[in-house]
Structures are given as structure tokens and as C-alpha cells.
């Protein structure tokens, strides 16, 4: 079974540039989850889908983040413009239900912001 | 606020040693509860999971966990590591009536050949 790929792997962009990341989650997940990890703590999330509905967008910076998923597969988060405490590995998870059901985790964006 | 706490934030075993890291949350009522793991440059994968029933959960490569309610506990253990067991490891909860996971902030487990 193919695992949730993401793209790019690494991106290095200057503070106010804009960043878009991609995310293909195992087919038959209606479930994608978006989350922000930054170095030393645990992923947060930053947004659910169900299908190509949101579930919970409550911790992401709306002012500068965005994501979608046409559809109800793929889904890109961008961030426009970024800021220098954007750094970090932003992680894309798919499941077949939600509410706990079991996540399976993709390898992840590392961003840098210089 | 509410939580989940890994206090051990590095620990470092010798091979054959016995493993046991600490995972405690704030949440109250039912949760689900998870221990991911993550190998030096690849993904976050599940270890084990609980949701109900026999509190002693067991997982993939000899690890299991035991939930303990009255003290808002999921320690991770093992009886004997592995060098191949290096890699950071996480704790996670679903909280009744949420979405989705909270993450402890993960102990990076080091095992020396």
C-alpha cells in the first residue's frame, strides 16, 4: 500500500516570500490532517479535512496560512508571506474515519525560512 | 491548559537495557491514546494504540504500553532494546469528542551497541 506523499521534501524562501506544499494522501482516506511541527515540540494541528470539508481549522493562522482539498484528495497548504517562525516540518496525515482512528504520517516538508 | 507530558526529553540505554518512558495528560473523560515512533529520516508510524478494554496494550517489535486512568498515564515500555530502536518517540491523545491528536513533545531514545 502507498504511504501519504508530500513535496517538496526541503524548501529554503526568504521571510515575506510565499511557500506552497503538496500532500497525496493513501487512497480511501477521507481524512487529511495538516501539522505544523517545529523543532523540539510534538506536531500541532493545523487543519482537518473530511473529504474536501474542513473539520477544524482553529490553529491555523488564517491571516497567512490557507489549504485545500479539491475534491477530497490531494490538498496543498500555502503560507503567504512567510515569517521567520514558520520554520519548521509540516507534516501531512490521512485516516480512513476520524476521531481517532489511526493516522499514517507522510515524511514531511522541512521549511526554512531565512 | 490541557496536555500531554513527556518529561524524559533524551534518554540513553545500552543494548539488552529495559525501556520505559513516561507519557501523562490532562484530559478528562475518554480518550484514545497512541505511541508513534520515528526512525532516523523516515515517517511518524504507529507503535500501539488504546482505546478500550485491557489496559496493557501490546505493539509492534516488543513494545507495549499500560494505561493507568486514576493517574492519566500511558508509559511506554520494553523489556530489552535494540540499537535498531534508536529514534524519537511520541505520545499522543485523542480526547473525547475531538477531532484529532495531541502530541506530547516526543523523548529521543538513543540505544548504544
Known amino acids: 500500500e502507498a504511504g501519504v506523499a508530500q513535496s517538496p521534501r526541503y524548501k529554503i524562501i526568504e521571510k515575506r516570500q510565499s511557500v506552497a506544499f503538496w500532500c497525496n494522501p493513501i487512497?480511501?482516506?477521507?481524512?487529511l490532517y495538516w501539522y505544523q511541527q517545529i523543532l523540539g515540540q510534538g506536531p500541532k494541528l493545523l487543519i482537518q479535512?473530511?473529504?474536501?470539508?474542513?473539520?477544524?481549522d482553529s490553529q491555523l493562522p488564517k491571516d497567512r496560512f490557507s489549504a485545500e482539498r479539491l475534491k477530497g484528495v490531494d490538498s496543498t497548504l500555502k503560507i503567504q508571506p512567510a515569517k521567520l517562525e514558520d520554520s519548521a516540518v509540516y507534516l501531512c496525515?490521512?485516516?480512513?474515519?476520524?476521531?481517532?482512528?489511526?493516522?499514517?504520517f507522510g515524511q514531511g516538508t522541512r521549511l526554512t525560512v531565512v | 491548559a490541557q496536555s500531554v507530558s513527556q518529561h524524559n526529553h533524551h534518554v540513553i540505554l545500552s543494548e539488552a537495557a529495559s525501556l520505559e518512558l513516561g507519557c501523562n495528560y490532562s484530559?478528562?473523560?475518554?480518550?484514545?491514546l497512541f505511541w508513534y515512533v520515528q526512525y532516523p529520516g523516515q515517517h511518524l508510524q504507529l507503535l500501539l494504540k488504546?482505546?478500550?478494554?485491557?489496559?496493557l496494550v501490546k505493539g509492534i517489535k516488543g513494545f507495549e504500553a499500560e494505561f493507568i486512568k486514576s493517574k492519566f498515564s500511558f508509559n511506554l515500555r520494553k523489556p530489552s532494546v535494540q540499537w535498531s530502536d534508536t529514534a524519537e518517540y511520541f505520545c499522543?491523545?485523542?480526547?473525547?469528542?475531538?477531532?484529532?491528536?495531541?502530541f506530547g513533545t516526543g523523548t529521543r531514545l538513543t540505544v548504544i551497541p
Open positions: 488504546y482505546f478500550s478494554g485491557d489496559p
Open positions: 479535512f473530511q473529504n474536501n470539508g474542513v473539520v477544524d
Open positions: 484530559y478528562g473523560g475518554t480518550v484514545n
Open positions: 487512497s480511501g482516506h477521507a481524512t
Open positions: 496525515a490521512s485516516s480512513l474515519g476520524w476521531r481517532g482512528a489511526e493516522a499514517f
Open positions: 499522543a491523545v485523542n480526547p473525547s469528542g475531538a477531532n484529532n491528536l495531541f
